[in-house]
Every structure is written in structure tokens, then in C-alpha cells.
């Protein structure tokens, strides 16, 4: 009977959870991309950055992973505001965790860039290629199949970190569940289908992250 009930609640309850949880994925998706690419800059600058750029882009990366993700969360939402930079809490959301996002990138490509042999930039500076085509055709293909299965690992982080928003006032899925549970007492069921859900997402993500895996992969 408690079943029961708890599936007739949820299928009432379905447009706020739904709408939840395209909040999560919207803020989850567009830090993880935004903190991919910044990412990328942040782990090249690590490893070919000349002297005061490597210092500031290391104090930014040090500084950042250091810092926890709440503290983030709370610095965009209302330090900025101070400031004159006033963003709605959905744009706050995604900034820190965005900011988050790039320091790990960037030490996840620096390592996977500093394993490439030397010889190799060499070789391409040796037929004329530029550092861009460089990157693209000859050492971001190989630091590709070694950052994939850390940058699964912190994207999954990312979707956990999204459960932090709901400080600022973000409705995404977890303070969707938690209104729900202030108002049923279901809180076992919510919290449980909530997880759940979470599951669902980071799980999608290890499947691409292998699909991207099996693409790039060099055929024994």
C-alpha cells in the first residue's frame, strides 16, 4: 500500500520533478562544457605558458581546487553582487561550477600533455606545422585517450555539485525533492528516486565517456 501511494504521489508530483531535473541537466551540461574548454586553455597554459602567465594560471588553478565548491557557489552568487556583476542564481550556479570544472580539467590535460615524448612537438615544428595544427593533429588526439577517464570522473562530480545550487535558490532536482517531501513526509521514497535519478544521469555519462573511448581508441 505504501507503494502504492508513494507512485500515486509521484505521478502527481511528475511536472516538478521533470522540471527539476532538466535544471540539473541544463546547469550539469553547460558547466561541464564551459569547463571543459576553459579547461583546455587552463592545461596548456600549465604546459607551454611562459613564466608570469604559468605562475598566474597556477595560483588560479591552486587556488581554485583548494577552494570548496559551496564557497564557490556562495562567492558568484552574492560577492559579485557586491561588485556590480549581479547574476540570477542559474547563471551563479553555472559560473562557479564552471570555474570548479576547469581547474581539474586543466591539471587532468597538463598531466596528459607533459606524457607526450618531446620529440614529437619537435617532429611537428620540424614539417612546418604551427602550434595550433600541432595540438589539434598531433598531440590532442593522444592526451585525449588518457584525460577521458578523469574528465568522466569530474563531469560526474559536476552533476554531484549541482545538488550544492539549491543554497542559492536554483530549483533543480533536489530542492524540488526536498518541497516535495515538506509537503508529503515521504522523505525516504523522494530521497531514494531522487538518487536515483542522479544514477541515471552519471551513469549516461560513463557510457559516452566510453563511446568516446571505443571512437579514439588505436586498433590493436
Not at 562544457?33 to 596548456?44: C, P, Q
Not at 540570477?88 to 581539474?104: I, M, T
Request: glycine share 10%.
Amino acid at each position: 500500500m505504501e507503494l502504492v501511494a508513494f507512485l500515486e504521489t509521484l505521478w502527481l508530483a511528475r511536472i516538478p520533478i521533470l522540471k527539476g531535473l532538466g535544471v540539473t541537466v541544463s546547469i550539469s551540461l553547460l558547466a561541464i562544457l564551459a569547463g571543459t574548454v576553459l579547461g583546455i586553455g587552463v592545461g596548456l597554459a600549465l604546459t607551454y605558458g611562459k613564466g608570469p602567465v604559468r605562475w598566474l594560471v597556477r595560483g588560479y588553478t591552486d587556488f581554485i581546487r583548494g577552494t570548496p565548491v559551496l564557497v564557490l557557489v556562495l562567492a558568484s552568487y552574492y560577492v559579485l553582487g557586491t561588485v556590480g556583476i549581479d547574476l540570477g542564481p542559474f547563471q551563479a550556479g553555472v559560473l562557479a561550477l564552471a570555474v570548479f570544472c576547469s581547474s581539474h580539467v586543466g591539471e587532468i590535460v597538463r598531466g596528459a600533455l607533459q606524457s607526450i615524448p618531446n620529440g614529437q612537438t619537435e617532429a611537428a615544428k620540424a614539417i612546418g606545422l604551427t602550434f595550433p595544427q600541432t595540438f589539434a593533429y598531433v598531440l590532442g588526439p593522444q592526451a585525449l585517450r588518457q584525460v577521458l577517464p578523469a574528465w568522466v570522473n569530474t563531469a560526474a562530480e559536476m552533476v554531484k555539485a549541482s545538488t550544492l545550487l539549491s543554497i542559492i535558490g536554483v530549483a533543480e532536482l533536489l530542492l524540488r525533492t526536498q518541497e516535495l517531501i515538506s509537503r508529503t513526509f515521504m522523505s525516504l521514497e523522494f530521497y531514494l528516486f531522487a538518487g536515483f535519478l542522479y544514477f541515471v544521469i552519471n551513469y549516461g555519462i560513463e557510457r559516452f565517456g566510453k563511446y568516446v573511448e571505443r571512437k579514439t581508441s588505436i586498433p590493436s
